[in-house]
């Protein structure tokens, strides 16, 4: 106990003890002590209860008062209530400055913040960019339903989702449909959703810019590396065997940018098409064994190739996309794995899905670089992919098609004992081989 408080309690004590024996002396001389003392002990009894009711009626009353001056347990009691009601006030003042100031920042954002409730989904809160976006109007919308007031958009099983929705890259926007969207939902407390919704129109257009510029320029490179090739081909190396070298890296060189340009011109093919160009069944069995020639082919027999075939089916999608995903995969597991190396594809069963794994027992990759791996010319080692005659591009292509065909890559990877690429796709899309020897032809 602090040392004023006791000095205040000692004084109070004293005070009463004082008042109590002058009564009782009182008393006395008149001739009945006990009743001076029970008189006495009524008046202390009611003052204190007088003080306790003025505590509690300026505890009620919710105003401001200065505290009385003096000694004495109430007074102090009076000061410590005054000192706590002050530090609260201004607690409520700092918590109420810094709830403006976050509703100030959150209204001045570009992105249109939503506050819904999550039982509800009801909207609860917007700021100004929701009416700009989302053609939320205050006071108006406040506690409409926000699936029946963003329409056309999908939201009722987007909020299901709840904790688990995926963020929608491409929307059209209530208000404006030539803008496109990214929708966010975030889960923030147990009662409430954050809708945040931002304009992605200006960074659609330019991807869409950058596509088509790579895909002309693409296309435009091959007519001269066609004229280079022939020239380079009609020059032999035992007529000028001075410049033999200087032919051999030209040669080189130049089928490297021929296989970059056919890179970049399937990227360009699979990012311009939002669905697959055909729904097909695809045998698996001779896709292998095409596999397994082009793995061994580019081994030029320095690695021994293992395939093996254990889910006994097939798949559905495009055959040509599958196998431009497929080689791409067992070709980077030969170019990155040194000679005496192992190279493993296994297609196996996975639930009721299936996967193909590419297994190898090359370089490693380390984990810092795993995720950005499918990134467009995205490299581990510079100089190594120069060597080995890689474009950067492959496990792009391999990310795309696996999309297109609602699959997923996987890569676990360990320096110096190699890596494992693998190919997850769902029960949608696996056939049964019996299926896939009856099925007619696809359509034209």
Known sequence: MPEHIRSAWLRTLGAVALALLAATV???????????????????????????RRVLRRLTARQRWEPPRGDGVWNELDRLLFRSQREMRMRKRRLLDMLRTYRAAAAALPDAVVVVDRNSQRVQWFNEAATTLLGLHHPRDLGTPVVERLQPLPLAQWLASGRNAEPMLDAPSPADPQLRLNMRLIPYSEDYWLLVARDVSKLLRLEQVRQDFVANVSHELRTPLTVVHGYLDMLDPEDLPEYAPMLAEMRNQSQRMTQLVEDLLTLSRLESQEDSNAEEPVPMRPMLATLRREAEAHSQGRHTIEMSDEAGCDLLGSGKELHSAFSNLVTNAVRYTPAGGTVRVRFAREGAGVVLEVHDTGYGIPSSHLPRLTERFYRVSSSRSRESGGTGLGLSIVKHVLGRHQARLQIVSEVGRGSCFSCHFGAARVLSRHAVDVAPPPAA
């Open 26 to 52: 009182v008393g006395a001389l008149a001739g009945n002590a006990w009743m001076g003392l029970a008189l006495a002990a009524l008046a202390a009894v009611a003052w204190h209860y007088w003080r306790l």
